[in-house]
């Protein structure tokens, strides 16, 4: 567990988003999703889940509907809207550029400077 | 459109509360048990994954709680459940409640009627066509708005500001529609006021500048809306009609619309006169004399784009050929202008700084009404923190703490604003219709606009908040620890607190109130047992007006010698007296006049300008007016024998030099004639009561005619009777005739009416001051007492003295009175200054208006604290110490 990074603020609808993205998922497929990927790098809080979601729902980028899951539960299931899809290519962009910025201002060695 | 969609959001999100909250509770249980078949698939039992994954989610409220926010459904929701939260607060504490929503009530009520009053006199224009380039033209260094005709068309004819020059007066008039004749105010108006004003008119149509051709040119009428409806029913049929003004045949040309009711705020006519038709009217022909400045006001519409500067500047290149030209009648010809809805600045001023006055202190009511709920709720604040601490202590943020107290506060403030203006609405319509002065046509329509409403909300949110942010500093500073553990924390601040600022504040405002109050009231007083140079008690006045009757010339004083001649003979009348113009009636006619050596007899060299009354022989006696030397006048003092007059002590000393020798004395009138000074009367009350002794002069009513007549009776026969007896005495001398009869006392009514006004509004908002004052003092004296309980108690038990005991419990409150009262009484006595125009001899450096501040305030405070020391005395310590 000590080994798993804080997410920097903001960057949670980043990884819903890009985890809905590969397709419908329900809330705690998206944690076990980003888990998955990031190799369970990133904590990410249970409770803190759900109000990132509630909100790219109003902002209308998610959209959910009612289905069953592979453990024949009701959940509720997000998949991305074409806003959604959009803003997730603009923020993986921004990502990448601050990512790749910060990554050689970091690297930099004394006498490049 | 954004806005729009998140709105929709919002407020869908609170009627779909109850199914989005089923859906959230779904779908966060289906995390945890999705949670929990994974656990239990790694090996546990399944109450074990399931108990598990509940800690693991965390918590389960706070995650539903921001759910809620992030969908949108928080704020207006949380507003909702604040205002019912409130609403069940306030229900339970009837009394706090009552108590803060009346004080607000008042305040608020208070600002909203004196607003009222403000908005229908000062901001509100008159109802014309573009007001706001509609100005007077003021004359002189004290700004005087009357004019002479003459002055007036070379005005109008040579002016190039302005679009048109208007010109109206005010007259009492006859009227007679065919059965009765009755009394009536018009308007004389030149030809071209409707016409200059814009002004449509609602039923046939006006008269205009080419109807003018000479004096008694144009007998027309127009009717305004109000006297078309009250006296014509409605009839569209009147258009054309003749009526007898004076006996004259006027033809009806109209009707003005509803909504104009004349040039001036206050005074209302009901019908409009070419005043070119002057001597049909008042009896007497004007229109020549220069030097007589009997129009009320001279206004028009200023050409666009030329300023105010330019158009006086104008206006004084015509004044100075007019100088130049008449040398004998026209004074310094200084222009300035002015809004026409006062009657000009020397009205327009002292109302406009009365009103300003009484709403700074109506507006400082309110502010002294936010302190003391300010500090009912930093008390209540305090006796809350055990309430604020446990929701503290579960998770609330401060926030929605203070929200929720602010929403307590506006909602207060919100009833008690409705209240406040719902009273306030039903005072200015009662205001608005009712008639101070019953035979003049004054009145003010002050029902309420939406600037009303629009202040008196904004005045209850404003004082919601400011009453409601004084809590927050304490509520911010709660240690939810401290508080459970300890019970209230009750630190005793040695420092200046802002309650105690608030309260120095309201005690202040208080003294001002109670200064101001009382200063008009012992004005007021004053101005009644003054010395008006007649004795008003037993006195019935007949007023009437020959000219209504038509009768002109000579005929006029052989009538009013018939009129006396009828009523003397009334069985139980010691005598009866004329005189043109009521002394204190509505101002007084005034001539300058020049000492009998003055040669050059322009205005510039005048000794005085003296009060004019024109009396018969008995009406010095009949008035009680006290004979200091010489004579009054006799029947024989007539057009054949020369010129005398009857002066007062003022007069003599200022123009004669002497008041001992002054009789037989001559001086000299404005058209150079001689007078005689015949008699010297003791000094009396002229045009008002507030006015320093001026001179006055009384003619014959032989030589110097006048149409218009006050006929004093002086008899100690109950009124009832004696009015019966008059009336049917004036009937027989002539039926046709209007008059009015009252006491001579509410004839002065007229006179006492602003001094009056001033004082009870000044009254009125004085109770309230000190209303508030009691409430504040025993508000902070009660918690000082209850928060120092045990201190007191230990006190006594160690042989404290109960002089001692009530230092330590009540000296602080004491100090803030004494202070407050100081800065107040230094403040009113500023104020008060204000006061001097509209109320008699209103001087605050009067040991008694001084004395009764302090013993007012002092027993403000005696009965503030009264409850309080006694409970501070009545501690047992025993009682105190088996309690802890």
């Known amino acids: ?113 | 459109m954004k806005l729009v969609d998140s709105l929709r959001f919002r407020i869908a999100a609170v009627f779909h509360r109850s199914q989005m909250n089923a859906e959230m509770e779904d779908e966060l249980r289906t995390h945890i048990q999705h949670r929990a078949d994974d656990l239990e698939r790694s090996g546990l039992a399944r109450a074990e994954a399931e108990r598990r994954a509940r800690i693991e989610f965390g918590g389960y409220q706070r995650a539903k709680e921001e759910c809620h926010e992030a969908a949108g459904g928080t704020f207006v929701e949380s507003v909702f459940q604040d205002l019912r939260f409130a609403l069940r607060i306030l229900r339970k504490s009837p009394g706090f409640t009552v108590v803060a929503v009346g004080t607000l009530a008042l305040a608020i009520g208070a600002n909203a009627v004196v607003f009222g009053v403000l908005n229908a006199l000062i901001l509100r224009p008159i109802n014309v066509p573009h007001p706001q380039t509609l100005y007077a033209v003021e004359r002189g260094n004290d700004k005087a708005v009357n004019h002479s005709y003459p002055d007036y068309r070379d005005l109008r004819d040579r002016n190039r500001s302005f679009e048109d020059l208007m010109a109206y007066n005010v007259a009492g008039v006859g009227i007679d529609t065919g059965n009765n004749p009755s009394g009536a105010w018009t308007m004389e108006v030149t030809g071209n006021y409707f016409d200059g004003l814009g002004i449509p008119p609602y039923l046939g149509r006006f008269f205009h500048g080419s109807d003018e051709h000479g004096p008694n040119s144009a007998p027309y009428i127009v009717l305004t809306y109000a006297y078309w409806h009250a006296h014509f029913q409605d009839d569209r049929g009147v258009v054309g009609r003749v009526v007898q003004l004076n006996r004259h045949p006027f033809t009806i040309l109209g009707v003005a619309p509803p909504e104009f009711r004349g040039t001036i705020s206050f005074v209302f006519p009901d019908f409009w006169v070419p005043i070119v038709n002057q001597e049909q009217i008042e009896g007497v022909n004007m229109l020549n004399e220069r030097g007589t400045h009997f129009i009320v006001m001279v206004l028009g519409h200023l050409k666009p784009g030329v300023t105010q500067g330019q158009a006086i500047a104008d206006l004084n290149s015509i004044g100075a050929y007019l100088e130049k030209t008449y040398p004998k009648d026209d004074g310094h010809m200084i222009f300035s202008l002015t809004h026409p809805g006062l009657t000009g600045d020397w009205l327009g001023d002292p109302i406009r700084e009365f009103l300003t006055g009484l709403m700074l202190l109506a507006g400082l009511i309110l502010l002294a009404a936010c302190a003391n709920l300010g500090s009912l709720f930093a008390a209540r604040a305090a006796d809350r923190s055990k309430e604020i601490a446990v929701r503290l202590a579960l998770g609330s943020r401060p926030r929605r703490i203070l929200r929720q107290l602010f929403t307590e506060a506006v909602l207060i403030s919100l009833i008690g604003g409705a209240v406040g203006l719902w009273g306030s609405i039903i005072l200015l319509r009662g205001l608005s219709v009712w008639r101070p002065l019953p035979t003049v046509p004054l009145n003010v329509p002050v029902t309420p606009d939406v600037r009303v409403y629009g202040v008196a909300l904004l005045l209850s949110l404003a004082s919601g908040f400011l009453f409601g942010a004084v809590p927050v500093r304490q509520v911010l500073r709660t240690d939810a620890y401290q508080v459970i553990k300890s019970g209230s924390t009750g630190t005793i601040g040695r420092r200046i607190t802002v309650r105690d600022l608030l309260l120095v504040l309201q005690i202040a405002v208080c003294a001002v109130l109670v200064t101001s109050s009382l200063v008009a009231v012992r004005g007021l007083m004053r101005s009644l047992h003054s010395n008006f140079g007649f004795e008003p008690q037993n006195a019935m006045i007949v007023e009437t007006a020959v000219s209504m009757a038509g009768y002109k010339g000579d005929n006029v004083p052989i009538l009013q010698k018939r009129m006396i001649d009828a009523l003397a003979v009334i069985p139980g009348v010691q005598s009866v007296g004329l005189i043109d113009r009521l002394p204190l009636y509505y101002g007084a006619n005034s001539a300058i006049v020049f000492t009998d050596k003055t040669t050059d007899l322009r205005p510039a060299n005048a000794a005085a300008e003296a009060a004019m009354y024109n009396v018969s022989p008995e009406y010095l006696g009949t008035a009680r007016t006290t004979l200091l030397a010489g004579r009054g006048f006799t029947w024989h003092d007539d057009k054949s024998s020369p010129r005398v007059a009857v002066v007062n002590r003022e007069f003599a000393s200022k123009i004669l030099g002497s008041v001992t020798n002054g009789t037989g004395q001559y001086y000299k009138l404005g058209d150079g004639s001689r007078v005689q000074v015949v008699g010297i009367v003791e000094d009396g009350k002229y045009a008002s009561l507030a006015e320093a002794p001026q001179p006055a002069m009384f003619f014959p009513i032989l030589q110097s005619p006048s149409g218009q007549a006050g006929l004093v009776v002086r008899s100690n026969r109950d009124a009832q009777q004696l009015t019966a007896a008059i009336k049917s005495t004036m009937h027989d001398v002539d039926a046709g005739l209007p008059f009015e009869i009252k006491t001579w006392n509410q004839e002065l009514d007229a006179a006492l009416l602003a001094p009056r006004l001033a004082t009870i509004s000044l009254g009125v908002l004085g109770v309230m001051g000190a209303m508030l004052s009691i409430t504040g003092i025993f508000g902070m004296a009660a918690h000082t007492v209850s928060k120092r309980l045990k201190e007191l108690g230990i006190r006594m038990a160690l042989g404290a003295r109960p002089t001692e005991v009530l230092q330590a419990a009540l000296g602080r409150a004491f100090r803030l009175l004494a202070f407050g009262s100081a800065a107040g009484l230094f403040l009113g006595v500023l104020a008060s200054r204000v006061l001097a125009f509209i109320v008699y001899q209103a001087t605050p450096r009067d040991p008694i208006v001084l004395g009764g501040v302090v013993f007012a305030m002092a027993m403000l405070g005696l009965v503030a604290a009264w409850i309080p020391a006694q409970r501070a005395l009545s501690v047992s310590p025993l009682v105190l110490l088996r309690d802890e």
């Open chain 1, 1 to 113: 567990m000590t080994d798993q990074a804080q997410l920097l603020p903001g960057t949670l609808d980043l990884l819903i988003l890009r985890a809905v993205s590969l397709g419908p998922l329900h809330g705690y497929g998206i944690l076990l999703r980003i888990g998955q990927i990031s190799d369970n790098a990133l904590l990410i809080e249970q409770g803190a889940l759900y109000p990132g979601l509630f909100r790219l729902v109003r902002q209308g980028l998610l959209k959910a509907s009612w289905g069953t899951s592979e453990n024949n539960r009701r959940a509720k299931f997000y998949e991305l809207t074409a806003a959604g899809r959009k803003r997730l290519r603009e923020e993986t962009d921004n990502w990448n550029r601050l990512a790749a910025a910060i990554g050689s201002v970091l690297a930099a060695q004394p006498e490049e400077v």
